[in-house]
């Protein structure tokens, strides 16, 4: 692990992307000690405000603090979609690795459905889904988590197929192994890299999604900050007061490259050639 | 060969006919239902029982997707709640209008993607390739909403080349969209460059290693004559199931594009129809970008069978 | 004295490894080459063999650079040339005939096209000219019907096939030399026999220079006037080759020679014991990889031939039978069937006291699976690269003896031991360990379920020659220790030989011949095993592989005497073969009459030439009665 990590600083892309993704992990924990205002307060004698030595990024149409929102607008996005990118490599993982060993007809069967599932614009979709149970963590958690899970599960099975293939995995069988044993003790350790890096790299990619659903209007809702939101608000005044858009912007945009420079980073010092892996 | 394409079609037609279950079923498993979801508080007494009747709420939940599926083969994708029309006198012309978007910026994008892919490919960790593929980089991760937003900032507010917004009325002509889908153009374009070209760069430098490459320096052939009539068709055959699956960030990224720059396509049509809890409207929607993506795919498939011989001649 | 074509001059080498310390792989190499000779150079793996071949047309592999030294090709320093200038001669005066055809030619271009390319490169036909050049050079190398496998793409064409289109393609631009880099390497033995036959011939009417680069001394014997020895990147010895096979000086080339397994060295296997108990049979066992789907049923398709049928085998306590066979002969399925992987359609498959094995393993009980162990070919991909060794060999431990903690890692330590392998082993990792001591941790697992069968799938076909030898006298000193039985699956018929009592022969799927070594080897009676020993190429100069003439050439390319074992598996299609017992066990699976037993014999195949034919009257003898 020490070792992994000495070996993701050493590249300058992966020591920045490990800066940047722990700078934003960071100001989101602590941004309530650190913000100098409510990210929610409303001041009317403050409307779009330059920036400033009050206000560090200026004001936004409400008169907030937009510095304070800025650093309060990272919590929500990376917490639903660090728990989306969690649930989607765990079951798509599992799944992914159950199917490839297993291989045979239940696969073949398994493979069309997830291909069907690839077949579907997922944003599309999530829209749909939002339509109906309408918008917020609570839809958009299982929906991402789910979607990103089919992708992640198509990676990984094709990996697990070619590990279950090599002569170890025969050897076990051979020997009478069962299924689990051969799961946890052959197939899995070989993947386990596997699934670190496309759970990382699906994380960046679910942020991006999430943000396009706050910029639509369908992630995070007022008065929550949120970095998509914010610049679906502020937009409209990007002539007078571009401040309002471009910090959160900058933000989001940061963070999303940190953790793929991360992601790809970590790839390269486990040895994974991530660039023939898809983002679906 | 005829089985394989068969069979390609088959996939296709499966996966519509799943993708339109999974929408249909979606929908079903709502409490209460499309009505209720659209009338809100308002979803009682004959208000309710007009709606009801006019969506034919009252028929069982199979016969309903039955019709909904013949109507849509047909181009009837049923009544919008909102607007008080069939769907489809609502969704041609903005339909035409997202393909114009959509298709000039794969126009643009797939044959310049797959050039940069190569060159970048062939070039491997020298300069070129790492401004390609760090600019690729970026493209990818930056959201399109802020691409768009800076490139309005840039060009609409700054240099005021092109419209920020489209302002056209309704039933305006191809020619007078142009000049309103540049912008957008670019930015669907500049995700759909990076991801192709990311992928078609790793299949170049794939082959490059391969003992045919290897075999053909040794023939004597020329390094341009290489790439042109050894690498080229090779690392294609792998990066065009990739291209197809990119279009789903096309796809995705329209909706973005649209609502940004306020494009009177599928996309914001299809989140007014959201706002507006106008569930038949988001079903049609959902469910032609589906099969445009489909159809995509096909054509992916079968150009391989085209490219790779392999396929052509065994029927795997 | 004659001017020399090629001149490597102090040639090295190498790559700069991390922490940018020079690396080299060949180290200050000379070499001399004189138009229309052929030199053999012979190695092991890592002897930088390629590499040199490939200096000689100034081409290093991605990642290594010149250190040092000259290769001169015809007056031109291939390293000083400018880029056009080397490309020029590439292809044209001097051609390449790569390892693996099937890898090296483009997979999207048609054989024709991929020949016409160099034709257009190297020479000034015309279109239609070209097109014609393309079929006489496919037609020079012996394809048949060249003008049709010119419009073929590489997948559609036998791996012998290519090789040749390869060859065609070398011969495109009129090479003064050709570069072959194990040419024949993962062909099966017969269709390397006709490959290096085709060679010689080609060298001697084109009076072409040629460079052979081996790791088969067998090979190196019969196709090379001079050989080089090379070990880890320098030349050892360097002479004619009947010298240096006949008297060889340096001591790693005495080494490399002894360790070889002949095909006529006796066995040295301790005397068959009649009375030992039966530990393995197969009864007329029939295995098929094709289920009828749905689809078969539906259209009521006829069920496919299956991929073995009609084996019949016996194997006794502490003996060996060995199963040869080229690629698609069934010899590694019925081992995959014997270890449960695939299940057997008909017949009967079992162990001592009438255990049935005809269950996969998922239905077998645990003690039926320990009974039954199988060794891997490559030891690489059959050890865990996320476990230690001790991990590794604690699996059938805890399996099968319900072993763990310390107990677990003393019993592990001592399998090391008895694979001559140091207890500190158990904490590396399989990538800390070269391919030798890997096999022996695949052998060691093997036998820590203390089985009765052990299966041994070509468990040194991916080891070099010094390697094998230690690997092979491993194995049999565990048998005698333990008594195990081996089934024993190799193409290599000198190291069944080497290591087995019983040896069958196996051909798509079917027995051909079966009995002790001994016989078998002296007195081969199927044409096929006949077939298969002549083609064996040993390391004497003087040996010549008995083959098939040019006229069978054309036929096919698998020669009459396949052809004659196909017709014999047509005419009993499904029906129990012929059996005829030449004593002590010696049966051999053959339908023929008389009469076509003497035409078998034809032109060129003189019974009484070779140790290895039968003599006619005791063919007659014994066929007689069949009929």
Redo the contacts between chains.
């Keep these: 692990m020490m070792n992994l990590l000495q070996t993701v600083i050493s590249r300058p892309s992966g020591a920045l992307g490990l800066g940047l993704t722990l700078f934003h992990v960071l100001m989101a924990l602590f941004a309530p000690w650190i913000a100098p205002y409510d990210p929610t307060m409303q001041n009317a004698d403050a409307i779009l405000l330059a920036p400033s030595f009050e206000h560090w990024m200026g004001t936004d149409t409400l008169g907030r603090d937009v510095f304070s929102r800025v650093l309060h607008g990272g919590r929500l996005a990376i917490a639903v979609t660090f728990s989306a990118a969690v649930i989607a490599t765990l079951w798509g993982g599992f799944a992914g690795i159950f199917f490839g060993t297993v291989g045979g007809r239940v696969d073949e069967f398994s493979m069309r459905i997830v291909d069907a599932f690839l077949s579907m614009p997922w944003l599309l979709f999530l829209l749909l889904i939002i339509s109906i149970g309408g918008a917020g963590p609570v839809t958009i958690i299982p929906t991402l988590g789910f979607f990103y899970g089919v992708a992640i599960l198509r990676v990984v099975r094709g990996a697990a197929m070619q590990v279950a293939a090599r002569d170890f995995v025969t050897a076990a069988k051979a020997r009478g192994e069962r299924l689990w044993p051969v799961i946890a003790r052959e197939v899995f350790p070989n993947l386990s890299d596997i699934l670190l890096v496309e759970g990382a790299m699906r994380w960046s990619w679910m942020l991006l999604a999430f943000s396009s659903l706050s910029f639509l209007g369908f992630g995070a809702t007022p008065p929550t900050p949120d970095w998509g939101l914010m610049v679906a608000q502020e937009r409209g005044l990007l002539s007078t007061a571009p401040w309002g858009v471009f910090w959160p912007c900058f933000a989001l945009s940061s963070l999303i490259i940190g953790i793929n420079l991360l992601a790809d980073a970590i790839g390269k010092a486990l040895g994974l050639d991530r660039a023939t892996a898809i983002a679906v | 060969m005829p089985t394989l394409i068969l069979r390609r079609f088959g996939f296709a037609a499966f996966t519509i006919a799943f993708v339109s279950l999974v929408m249909f079923a979606a929908v079903e498993a709502l409490p209460g239902n499309v009505c209720t979801s659209f009338l809100q508080r308002f979803a009682q007494g004959p208000r309710l029982e007009r709606c009801i009747e006019q969506q034919g709420l009252d028929r069982p939940a199979l016969v309903r997707y039955g019709d909904w599926v013949a109507g849509a083969a047909q181009g009837d994708f049923g009544y919008s709640l909102k607007k008080r029309k069939p769907v489809n006198e609502l969704i041609w012309e903005r339909f035409r209008n997202t393909a114009l978007l959509g298709g000039i910026a794969a126009l643009l994008a797939i044959p310049l993607a797959i050039f940069l892919g190569i060159a970048a490919g062939v070039r491997r960790d020298r300069p070129v390739d790492l401004s390609l593929s760090g600019a690729a980089m970026l493209a990818m991760t930056i959201p399109e909403f802020v691409t768009a937003t800076a490139l309005i900032y840039v060009f609409a507010i700054l240099l005021q080349w092109f419209p920020a917004v489209t302002i056209v009325s309704p039933g305006a002509s191809v020619l007078q969209m142009l000049p309103n889908i540049v912008l957008p153009v670019i930015v669907l374009s500049a995700v759909l460059i990076a991801h192709i070209m990311r992928m078609v760069r790793a299949s170049v430098i794939d082959v490059m290693a391969s003992d045919y490459v290897q075999m053909a320096r040794l023939k004597g052939v020329p390094e341009r004559q290489i790439i042109r009539k050894h690498v080229v068709p090779n690392a294609m055959i792998p990066a065009l199931n990739v291209i197809a699956l990119t279009i789903a960030w096309l796809l995705a990224g329209v909706v973005v594009v649209e609502k940004v720059f306020n494009y009177p396509g599928l996309g914001t049509l299809m989140i007014q129809a959201i706002y507006d809890r106008d569930l038949p409207m988001v079903q049609a929607v959902a469910l032609i970008f589906s099969v445009i993506y489909v159809a995509v795919n096909l054509l992916a498939d079968l150009a391989a069978l085209v490219l790779d011989p392999r396929l052509r001649r065994k029927g795997h | 004295m004659t001017k020399s074509l090629i001149n490597i001059e102090d040639l090295s080498v190498g790559f700069i490894a991390k922490g940018g310390l020079p690396t080299p792989v060949l180290r200050q190499v000379s070499l001399e080459l004189v138009a229309g000779e052929t030199l053999g150079i012979v190695g092991e793996s890592g002897s930088g063999k390629s590499t040199v071949a490939?200096a000689m047309?100034g081409?290093l592999?991605?990642g290594l650079s010149l250190f040092g030294g000259r290769a001169v090709f015809d007056g031109n320093d291939m390293f000083a040339l400018s880029e056009k200038k080397r490309?020029?001669?590439?292809?044209?005066s001097i051609?390449?005939i790569?390892q693996?055809a099937g890898?090296?030619?483009?997979?999207?271009?048609?054989i024709g096209d991929q020949i016409d390319?160099?034709l257009q490169?190297?020479t000034d036909l015309s279109g239609a000219e070209r097109a014609a050049k393309v079929v006489e050079l496919l037609n020079r190398v012996r394809l048949p019907e060249p003008a049709e496998i010119a419009k073929r793409?590489p997948?559609?064409l036998s791996g012998g096939q290519q090789q040749r289109a390869a060859v065609a393609?070398a011969l495109a631009?009129n090479a003064k030399a050709l570069l072959l880099d194990e040419p024949t390497t993962g062909l099966d033995v017969t269709t390397q026999a006709h490959i290096l036959e085709f060679l010689r011939e080609l060298a001697r009417e084109m009076g072409v220079a040629m460079v052979y680069v081996s790791h088969d001394m067998g090979v190196i014997a019969r196709v090379a006037d001079r050989v080089a020895v090379m070990y880890s990147g320098e030349i050892v010895e360097e002479g004619p080759t009947r010298r240096v096979l006949r008297e060889p000086r340096h001591e790693y080339t005495k080494n490399l020679l002894a360790a070889i397994p002949r095909l006529d060295a006796p066995n040295k296997r301790p005397n068959l014991r009649p009375d030992a108990q039966q530990t393995l049979k197969l009864d007329d066992v029939a295995i098929s990889y094709h289920k009828p789907g749905l689809l078969d049923r539906l259209l009521r398709r006829p069920a496919k031939r299956p991929n073995v049928e009609h084996v019949s085998l016996g194997l006794k306590r502490g003996q060996t039978i060995g199963l040869v066979g080229e690629s698609g002969s069934g010899k590694s399925t019925i081992l995959r069937a014997i270890?449960?992987?695939v299940e057997a359609q008909g017949g009967e498959i079992a162990l001592a006291g009438d255990q049935a094995l005809t269950a996969p393993?998922g239905r077998?009980d645990?003690e039926t699976?320990?009974r039954v162990?199988?060794i891997?070919?490559?030891a690489d991909?059959?050890?865990?690269?996320?476990?230690t060794i001790g991990e590794i060999l604690e699996?059938?431990l805890r399996?099968y003896y319900g072993k763990k903690g310390k107990q677990a890692e003393g019993k592990a330590a001592e399998l090391l031991g008895a694979v001559r392998l140091p207890a500190e082993y158990l904490r590396r990792f399989p990538s800390q360990l070269s391919g030798g001591e890997k096999q022996r941790v695949g052998i060691a697992?093997a036998f820590a379920?203390n089985p009765e069968v052990t299966l041994c799938d070509e468990i040194t076909s991916a080891l070099d020659v010094s390697v094998q030898a230690t690997a092979l006298e491993l194995l049999s000193r565990l048998q005698q220790e333990n008594g195990s039985s081996y089934v024993f699956v190799s193409h290599d018929l000198a190291v069944v030989r080497a290591v087995s009592d019983w040896v069958a022969v196996l051909y798509q799927g079917r027995l051909c011949e079966v009995g002790p070594v001994e016989k078998v080897y002296a007195n081969p009676f199927h044409p096929y095993t006949r077939l298969l020993m002549g083609a064996v190429l040993r390391p004497d100069p003087d040996a010549v592989p008995e083959i098939l003439n040019e006229v069978d050439l054309k036929v096919q390319e698998c020669g009459y005497s396949k052809l004659w074992a196909e017709i014999d598996m047509e005419r009993t299609k499904s029906k129990q073969p012929l059996q005829h017992d030449l004593g002590d066990g010696h049966v051999v699976y053959f339908n023929m009459s008389p009469e076509s037993v003497a035409q078998m014999r034809v032109k060129g195949r003189d019974p009484a030439a070779g140790s290895n034919s039968v003599p006619r009257s005791s063919a007659d003898r014994v066929l007689e009665p069949a009929e």
């Design positions: 490939l047309m081409y592999k991605p490309a020029k001669l590439r292809g044209s051609a390449l790569p693996n890898q090296a030619l483009t997979p999207t271009l048609t390319e160099a490169l190297h793409y997948h559609e393609m631009g270890a449960g992987l393993v077998r645990r699976l320990r162990q199988m891997f070919q490559n991909a059959s050890l865990n690269p996320r476990q699996a059938p399996l697992r379920a």
